[in-house]
């Protein structure tokens, strides 16, 4: 197995000369934190260009390898959940979480994709009831996410073609127990990208 450095100069090849994150750093600009051995920093751009252009698969599992050798444990679950995206496609929503008064939890959860809860997706058994499925969450933008919050959240379907007819406004609803959890509005989904 080669090391971090080794695994994140090939990841950089894999990109194309003009990739581009959101905010405007390069490949270049990649580079230049190769040149001087800053490796956490070259990581933590390529992430942003991966997430900004098409990559494929072994670039993610690239760079989750690199993460996981330089200890970097949210940066490894991340580009794993991008390189399963790659894979099976991407469901985003806009989730908000009920608070205790309506029911809803009472603390706050980590939101890098640990948590699975379930979702009534549409889908309905024999008997009519919910026929729920299970998707592992990752909120966005925040390392916490607790009751009342309202997010973009990414959701990794166990059974992803059970998601196929989703499309974009359609309101869903998270389960952690009995009652409804949270409300999600579809806003986006991609399929797979191979």
């Known amino acids: 197995m080669d090391d971090a450095f080794t695994l994140i100069r090939q990841a950089v090849n894999l990109l194309p000369e003009d990739a581009t994150a959101e905010n405007g750093v390069t490949v270049g600009d ?79 959860f980590s939101g890098d994709g640990r948590l699975r809860p379930l979702w009534d997706i549409g889908h309905r058994t024999p008997g009519g009831e919910p026929d729920l499925s299970i998707a592992t969450l990752w909120v966005e933008v925040a390392e916490e996410f607790g009751p009342g919050d309202k997010a973009d959240a990414r959701l990794a379907p166990l059974s992803p073609e059970r998601w196929r007819h989703l499309k974009c406004g359609d309101v869903i609803t998270m389960h952690e127990a009995r009652p409804v959890a949270g409300t999600a509005v579809v806003i986006e989904v991609l399929p797979p990208r191979i």
């Open 30 to 108: 990649v580079r230049e934190y190769i040149a001087h051995q800053e490796w956490e920093m070259a990581l933590g751009i390529l992430t942003e260009i991966g997430d900004s252009c098409p990559a494929c698969v072994e670039f993610w599992d690239l760079l989750a390898e690199a993460a996981r050798q330089m200890m970097l444990d949210r940066s490894r679950r991340w580009c794993e959940w991008r390189g399963w995206e790659v894979q099976h496609g991407t469901v985003r929503v806009t989730l908000s979480l009920l608070g205790p008064e309506e029911g809803g939890r009472r603390s706050a």
